[in-house]
């Protein structure tokens, strides 16, 4: 300690002995030795020598084989010691500013300085222990015994078992509910009670099984973290419940293993079902269909000309490289997942519930089973509740200022606001009273006015009956194939399996939204993809993840988006802003990150909605696409040409029974990105792009010449170069009506008049 | 900056974030009081404006008033939020007796008829976690007592799922337009906060940004100085403006009419307009060097297309 005192004033502080304790316990036995007159003191002394000039921490006894002069047998005596040492004064706890400041001024940098290493912090604080002599109270085990090592490697709730466990050293090992481990015990025990188990499994077979079993996934890791659920395998091979053998790995259970993972499904078997997964509430209308039969995948040959037969023969075939032969089936997307076999998406034809992929030659049958047209099905139970329920990536825990009433955020202060609302006025104005009306008398007669209006102002195209239509989800083509690294991104997938009703085309703004799609009498002529009437809802998406979002700000695509979004013509443009990993990480500081999506929302219009993960982002679509299904289940629609649409004043209100829609078709070629021009517009673009100029001031010039020639020609009328130079000069640009000015005038002048070459 | 932020007393006195906003309304520098307002939990922002009104004895005279801008947010307590999730879980989107999220939301429009609602939510996912917690602790018992335990009913009483916090935060925005943010700690809040006032002092000021229909694409003016010098930057981005049009094409034909003039010229000279559109239609356009250099003409719905542009008087006429 005085030694660390005299060097405090050193530039670049070393941490002194950096590790004391076996510093000390060596010459402990050095003395010992000489006391006894044994040789074994040199030994000591040399092993002594070689640790004092290590100026890094060592954290086991082991980690000393490294040092000159160490061999195994002194290792070993270190190692016994540290442990017997932890044993006796528990205390290693990363040290408190306040603690080390007090006594020894000098070190107090030197913990700071460690932070990042839990671990080497404990080592100082053992020497803190060790010579301080008092305030052992402190129990964990922060040091590198093996057991918490290997837990570290381990998902979140093993690591919060040693956070929340005051005496965790003697607690079980319990895996939390619906963790990785848990998971895998389970998977291994059932595999090993059932009839065709093996007594093993490998690693695949094992991913599968567990992972249903688990929030987090076995494959792909959480953004910003290295584990996935698998890497807790390491944790029960360490404890002992699980063997590995041979290579292929085979993972089996041990006796132990065997018995936690008995008491683990005894305890759950039971209530597993009810316990977590919430009864789905399809909004009333959804048919919900139970069908759950998933022995044998069902499905039909499609031959080329799109047409469904049972025969194999006829079926249209894909031969590629990669894949084999493949037969061209319309199957269940959803129970063609569940069945493994092989598949290539046909992406060519239209995607839904039931989609066109070519199967895999070995996995085919002759005859295809003759079915009958497949129900709706319902949402996944599964996999909503995989998709909503996922474990979000663990923020940091921040010293939280409790008050003791925190209404805020605690659940469990009593509700606030109940008082206030059983105070409301009545409704007072009628659009008001129309949203509140749920009364269908009331509505209907709001919406039969507003329809009278409506039919004043234009004559729909066509009418879609109630009934008549489905509402399908449009995915843009870009957004699924992505020229964007990493397949994990496409919701596509994710959305069929949800049970959501897809439909993958080219659209030229925003990345998806809806239709209202005239079903059809006959569902034989799908295959030829007839031309369908189809409305476009209200709604659009444009799906921005966290990546994206600033990609395209530091490109400057983002306002050329945000101006196309809002032009469409559809009334409630939605940001789907998806988080990806830290925003830190990004090129962008997270201020402006943060404030480029307030400002979406407060100064752009949009609606903003935040999801953590794909996985929200899909349990996002899926619930919009359900309730909009149930809104628009009864609800009368008109087409209507994209000019009226636009210029209808009031938003259509959900509550509607008549709502005005442009067609799908209409709309999406009119937001194509590069259209044609008029020659005005051209010219305004022209000029917007001499220096001085901007968009509005280009437009004001060319509201008084419209086009290239007009200037010409007003040029030429003038009597003299300096008449012509400041003829734009007085022009008045916007409300504000500023002129013009002489400087761009003359520039403009310049530029169209210089009979010469330019410079 | 002329704004004032305006916080319910109720934030800062039961809320227990209030120094978070007053430390966001401290980075911004602007101006916080505390005031009851009609809305629990809410936070508004009123404008100084200062107008000129001249009057009849030619005076000039300023009036300051204050102006309520139309954002608004509203904080809403972690319990009452659950506890709306649990009504319309309930009854779905029927009106029943026990309010639901869509039912409040309404009420405050009611309140505050022109405003734009922003709701948030704080310690949604604090709560989610106790209710893991309490899950995770039922099964350590469970599986430490080996005995079958009840299950755990608290999916129809008390608790709320992630999906159903999902479908009435969905719904609501279907039915109200207003969305629902899930903050959760103070500094999250904060942050929130600032931002939000940022961007509500900025509106005024942006409000009009995607009103213009025409948008740069990316590259801003070109600079020109006094002597004309750079004139031929300008001419050459201004033929960028076509369709499907390379900057070597630009560059060809930049150099075959070194400036608007010329071209207009030749286009003059030109007999009749069939000549006219196929004035430039053969400049060779080299692409590449050395060995790699491919040569190509500027085509003919190249040079339509300019043709259009330059000998056209009629505004509306589209350039194909």
């Known amino acids: 300690m005085e030694e660390e005192l005299r060097y405090g004033k050193r530039k670049k502080k070393k941490i002194k002995s950096p590790n004391p304790l076996f510093e000390a316990w060596l010459r402990e036995w050095k003395e010992e030795a000489a006391e006894k007159g044994i040789k074994s003191q040199y030994v000591y002394a040399k092993a002594l020598k070689s640790l004092q000039r290590y100026p890094l921490l060592l954290t086991s006894g082991k980690d000393c084989k490294i040092l000159e002069n160490f061999g195994d047998k002194l290792c070993k005596m270190l190692e016994d010691r540290l442990q017997k040492h932890i044993q006796e004064h528990g205390a290693i706890v990363p040290p408190e500013p306040e603690a080390s400041t007090s006594k020894a001024p000098a070190t107090s940098k030197a913990p700071a300085r460690q932070k990042p290493k839990p671990t080497q912090n404990a080592a100082t604080t053992v020497k803190r222990a060790g010579t301080q002599g008092g305030g052992h109270q402190r129990v964990t085990h922060a040091l590198s015994d093996s057991d918490s090592e290997g837990s570290t490697g381990a998902p979140p709730p093993p690591r919060k078992r040693q956070r929340s466990g005051i005496c965790s050293g003697e607690r079980e090992y319990i895996p939390a509910y619906r963790s990785g481990p848990y998971a895998l015990l389970i998977a291994l025990y059932r595999d090993r009670q059932s009839a065709d188990g093996r007594g093993f499994m490998s690693k695949t077979e094992l991913c599968n099984k567990a992972q249903e079993l688990a929030d987090k996934s076995f494959t792909v890791t959480d953004p910003g973290c290295r584990y996935t659920a698998w890497s807790s395998m390491g944790t029960l091979i360490k404890k002992g419940l699980v063997t590995k053998e041979s290579s292929p790995a085979k993972y089996s259970l041990t006796e132990a293993g065997c018995e936690l993972a008995h008491r683990l499904e005894m305890s759950q078997a039971d209530d597993y079902p009810v316990c977590l997964i919430p009864t789905p509430r399809a909004p009333a209308g959804i048919p919900e269909a139970s069908s759950q039969d998933i022995g044998q995948l069902q499905y039909k040959y499609v031959t080329n000309e799109g047409e469904e037969v049972i025969n194999k023969d006829k079926a249209a075939v894909l031969i590629e490289d990669d894949f084999g032969l493949g037969f061209l089936i319309k199957v269940n997307y959803q129970k063609l997942l569940t069945s493994g076999k092989r598949y290539r998406l046909d992406t060519t034809r239209p995607l839904g519930e039931d989609v066109y992929v070519y199967l895999h030659g070995d996995d085919t049958d002759e005859l295809a089973i003759n079915t009958n047209m497949p129900r709706l099905p319902s949402l996944d139970e599964d996999d909503l509740q995989e998709a909503v329920n996922v474990e979000k990536p663990r923020k940091e825990v921040k010293k939280r200022t409790k008050t003791p009433k925190d209404v805020m955020s605690s659940a469990s202060a009593e509700p606030q606001l109940l008082s206030f609302q059983s105070s409301s006025p009545r409704p007072t104005t009628k659009t008001l009273g129309r949203v509140h009306s749920q009364g269908s008398s009331a509505t209907s007669e709001n919406s039969q006015d507003s329809t009278e209006s409506a039919a004043s102002t234009c004559v729909p195209n066509f009418v879609f009956q109630p009934g008549e239509f489905e509402i399908i989800l449009c995915v843009d083509n870009a957004e699924f194939y992505g020229s964007r690294q990493g397949g994990g991104k496409s919701l596509l997938p994710d959305l069929i399996k949800n049970g959501v009703t897809c439909d993958l085309r080219k659209l030229h703004v925003g990345d998806l939204l809806w239709v209202a799609r005239k079903k059809t009498q006959t569902e034989a002529g799908v295959g030829q993809q007839p031309r369908r009437r189809e409305l476009v809802l209200d709604y659009i998406v444009e799906r921005k993840r966290m990546d994206d979002l600033v990609h395209s700000c530091t490109d400057g695509r983002l306002p050329d988006q945000k101006f196309r979004l809002k032009h469409c013509g559809l009334k409630k443009p939605i940001f789907m802003i998806e988080d990806y990993g830290s925003l830190q990480h990004f090129s962008m500081p997270e201020d402006r990150i943060r404030q480029t999506i307030t400002n979406l929302k407060v100064i752009d219009g949009f609606q903003v909605k935040k999801t953590k993960n794909v996985k929200e982002s899909v349990a996002y679509l899926t619930v919009m696409t359900r309730y909009l299904q149930s809104y628009y289940k009864d609800k009368r629609l008109y087409a209507c040409s994209m000019d009226d649409i636009k210029d209808q004043v009031w938003i259509n209100d959900i509550t509607d029974r008549e709502v005005r829609l442009m067609e799908f078709n209409e709309f999406n070629q009119g937001s194509v990105k590069s259209r044609n021009l008029s020659v005005q517009d051209m010219f305004c673009k022209h000029l917007s792009k001499v220096s001085g100029m901007s968009g509005e001031r280009a437009m004001a010039v060319t509201q008084v010449y419209p086009t290239l020639t007009h200037l010409m020609d007003a040029y030429r009328s003038c009597p003299n170069k300096s008449v012509a130079e400041s003829l734009l000069s007085t022009i008045k640009v916007n409300k504000s009506l500023r002129n013009l000015g002489i400087n761009p005038s003359r520039l403009i002048h310049q530029l169209y008049t210089t009979p010469g070459a330019l410079t | ?320």
Request: glycine residues 4%.
């Open chain 2, 1 to 320: 900056q002329y704004l004032i932020l305006m916080l319910d007393t109720r934030i800062v006195n039961s809320g227990g974030h209030g120094v978070a906003i007053f430390k966001a309304c401290e980075a911004l520098g602007i101006q916080y009081i505390t005031k009851e307002q009609t809305v629990p939990f809410s936070i508004t922002w009123s404008r100084q404006v200062t107008s000129i009104n001249v009057s009849r004895e030619n005076q000039v005279e300023t009036v300051k008033s204050e102006q309520m801008e139309e954002d608004v947010l509203v904080l809403l307590p972690v319990a009452d939020f659950v506890n709306f999730v649990q009504n319309h879980k309930k009854c779905g989107s029927e009106l029943g007796g026990e309010p639901t999220l869509t039912n409040y939301v309404q009420t405050v429009k009611q309140h505050l008829p022109n405003s734009i609602l922003s709701f948030v939510v704080i310690g949604m996912e604090k709560y989610f976690r106790d209710q893991k917690t309490k899950v995770q602790r039922k099964h350590r018992a469970a599986v430490l007592s080996s005995v079958r335990v009840t299950p755990c009913t608290d999916s129809d009483q008390g608790s709320v799922h992630r999906l159903d916090v999902e479908e009435a935060i969905t719904d609501n925005q279907l039915q109200t337009d207003v969305m629902v943010y899930l903050l959760e700690t103070s500094e999250e809040l904060s942050e929130f906060v600032r931002t939000f006032s940022k961007a509500v002092a900025e509106k005024p000021a942006k409000k009009d940004r995607l009103q213009t229909a025409f948008f740069d694409d990316g590259v801003s003016t070109v600079k020109v100085d006094k002597n004309g010098q750079g004139l031929l930057r300008v001419w050459k981005q201004q033929l960028l403006q076509f369709k499907n049009i390379s900057p070597d094409i630009a560059d060809a034909i930049v150099q075959a009419y070194p400036s608007p003039h010329l071209l207009m010229e030749a286009y003059r000279k030109c007999n009749d307009s069939n000549e006219q559109e196929k004035l430039i239609e053969n400049i060779v356009v080299r692409r590449g060097a050395g060995v790699l250099e491919t040569s190509r003409r500027v085509g003919k719905e190249m040079s339509r297309r300019i043709c259009t542009f330059v000998t056209s008087s009629n505004a509306n006429e589209v350039i194909k």
